[in-house]
């Protein structure tokens, strides 16, 4: 394959037609090039440049310029340039900020001193206005984030309160009978309840009644109540509980089962006792009432 020759007419007009700014900047004579695409790019043209080899202060954003006197210190004292490297710049005529990407060369003489320096502008705003702004959506969304899990912290922390200083006690459930979750410290001391069937600690009296209760609540999706009896060590009495069935939902999905237990032990050995008493009421009552009848045919008895 020939090697392509082009005229230096067509090289210009190659030039010319790029979007990228190309330029020549030497550290003694100022600029030297500068393509016309600057025209677009910064509202300014290459004469700007050739009338005044310290132009680019006129046209950088006033927090960058720092950065640019510093480079080409950098490169004439230290012969050391970045390849690529970002700036902001201000449009002359929209006054807008243009945000730029840069590669250099350094030219160097025979000697190897840094005469100059060659190198491509390429407009990136629309790219960096992006970034800029996925980053203001990132910080806003990490901080909406954080804001909301302040409100769950603090939210959990009030629901954890109420969960651990009511009397009732509050168990989840799953589908299988195991226990979750129990609140009340009316388990403390009993080992390892968590994770355990339920069915471990139901007599087995009342074992029946609450499976049908359970599944009741799966098949309807409604509450119910039922009476549950539970021993938790062997040497314990047995507690009974009035209980409150309520099915959990996720996604409309039942995930297992909350109970709300009301302990009614003592309720239920006051009524017991209760019972006992106006038994024995009653078997006294009777007793005194034959004491009478007795009393009463022994006088009749005494007449005759």
């Known amino acids: 394959m020939s090697n392509i020759i082009r005229e230096p007419e067509e090289i210009a007009n190659l030039v010319a037609n790029q979007k990228d700014v190309l330029f020549r900047l030497d550290f003694i004579h100022g600029y030297t090039y500068m393509s016309p695409s600057v025209i677009n790019l910064l509202g300014v043209t290459p004469e700007d440049f050739y009338n005044d080899p310290k132009f680019y202060r006129k046209i950088t954003h006033p927090d960058d310029l720092p950065k640019v006197e510093g480079m080409l210190k950098n490169v004439i004292t230290n012969n050391n340039l970045p ?37 491509l502008c390429r407009d990136v705003t629309p790219k960096k ?15 909406l984030v954080e804001e909301k899990t302040k409100e769950l912290q603090k939210t959990e922390k009030y629901l954890r309160s109420i969960l651990e200083h009511t009397q009732d006690n509050i168990v989840h459930v799953d589908k299988d009978g195991i226990m979750l979750y129990a609140n009340h410290a009316e388990y403390e001391g009993i080992d390892n309840i968590i994770n355990k069937s339920i069915y471990d600690y139901i007599i087995s009296d009342y074992r029946d009644s609450f499976q049908e209760a359970l599944n009741y609540v799966y098949k309807e999706r409604k509450s119910c109540k039922v009476e549950v009896v539970c021993k938790f060590t062997d040497s314990e009495q047995p507690i009974w509980y009035d209980t409150v069935i309520t099915p959990l939902y996720n996604n409309g999905d039942t995930l297992g089962v909350i109970m709300l237990a009301r302990n009614t032990t003592k309720e239920k050995v006051l009524d017991k006792e209760l019972q006992q008493k106006n038994k024995k009421l009653r078997d006294a009552a009777d007793s005194i009432g034959e004491a009478f009848l007795t009393m009463s045919r022994m006088l009749e008895n005494n007449k005759e």
Do not use: C, H
């Open 83 to 119: 390849k690529i490297w970002e700036l902001r710049q201000i449009n002359q005529k929209t006054k807008e900020i243009v945000y730029e990407e840069y590669s250099f060369v350094v030219v160097k003489d025979f000697n190897g001193k840094p005469i100059a320096i060659e190198g």
């Open 129 to 143: 206005l992006l970034e800029i702004e996925n980053e203001k959506y990132r910080k806003n969304l990490e901080e």
